[in-house]
């Protein structure tokens, strides 16, 4: 018996910031960005986990603050949103460290565009959430500045 319906598509809005996860990173050439095991068929054993399922896990940590392998894996096992993201995987925190540790550059490249807002000179911020729209700025930028302006109206609700 389960507690969930048959399709988790339910229980994640439209809305929902990880639908922009999704869409963000099936956008990218992993190959490009120097992703390992991309398309590799792992060898002997269980296949590898696809890293864009562990980057979309990545990036739902870096939005929720969630930095630490084994609560990302306790998400992934509790978690509806992350349920959805991952399709039902649950990597444990050993792959989770792993494809932190293997793929940095990778990470830091497909980051970039994803952080937004980095510090300029003097330790002022290039841009903030308040900012006006900026045309040229990337995609998931602008949507994350309207997911975060969302957040703050709802709290003092």
């Known amino acids: 018996m389960s ?27 992993l190959n490009e960005l120097g992703f390992r095991d991309v398309g590799s068929d792992g060898g002997a054993g269980q296949p590898p ?13 870096y939005l929720h603050q969630v930095r630490s392998s084994r609560r990302l894996e306790r998400e992934v096992r509790c ?6 993201l991952l399709r039902g995987l649950t990597p444990g925190y050993r ?18 565009e994803f952080a937004g807002p980095q510090p300029g000179p003097a330790g002022r911020w290039l ?13 998931f930028i602008v949507l994350l500045r309207a997911y975060r302006r969302v957040s703050r109206y709802a709290a003092v609700l």
């Open 95 to 112: 792959t989770i460290a792993n494809f932190r540790k293997d793929n940095a550059a990778g990470l830091r490249a497909a980051s970039r």
């Open 49 to 61: 986990y696809d890293p864009a399922d562990l980057l979309k896990l990545y990036f739902y940590g």
């Open 3 to 29: 507690l969930l319906p048959p399709c988790i598509e339910d229980y994640v809005g439209r809305d929902n910031p990880v639908r922009a996860i999704e869409a963000y990173v099936d956008a990218l050439d």
């Open 127 to 139: 841009c903030s959430p308040n900012a006006p729209p900026n045309p040229s700025a990337p995609f």
């Open 79 to 84: 978690n509806t949103e992350v349920m959805w």
